[in-house]
């Protein structure tokens, strides 16, 4: 019987069991690939990508020897995500004017006129 692909979506992060083969995802049971803001919402910068990648690295090494099974992968999309909110919060991320849809998914920004 052939594994399947498992995946944790949420708005902003996609995580996969799976490696990048040629362009493709490819099922790898101890592998995971994070796919990022995938509808380009936000405007990112090399410190802020790095968090995330860091943050993404350590919380799968902390699973080290665990099941990479539905439950584990919905844990650290969560945490990726509470991540870019803080990010947001803290003007270390923005919000992309460019993208096909503004909806403010994780606040308002913050300006002087709004505190």
């Given amino acids: 019987m052939e594994k399947m692909l498992l995946k ?3 708005r902003h ?10 362009n493709d995802l490819k099922y790898h049971p ?3 690939t994070l796919d990022l803001d995938p509808d380009n919402e936000f405007i990112w910068n090399e410190e802020s990508l790095k968090k ?4 993404f690295t350590e919380l799968v090494e902390e699973r080290a020897g665990k099941s990479l099974d539905d439950y584990e992968l919905r844990k650290i999309g969560s945490e990726v995500e509470g991540l870019i909110k ?22 308002l ?7």
């Fill in 8 to 10: 944790s979506t949420t």
């Fill in 13 to 22: 992060v996609r995580i996969f069991t799976a490696e990048v083969v040629n």
């Fill in 30 to 32: 101890n592998k995971l």
């Fill in 52 to 55: 995330v990648n860091q943050k």
């Fill in 86 to 107: 803080y990010l947001l919060q803290n003007s270390l991320l923005s919000y992309n004017p460019e993208c096909r849809v503004m909806n403010y998914s994780m606040g």
């Fill in 109 to 115: 920004p913050k300006t002087k006129e709004v505190l």
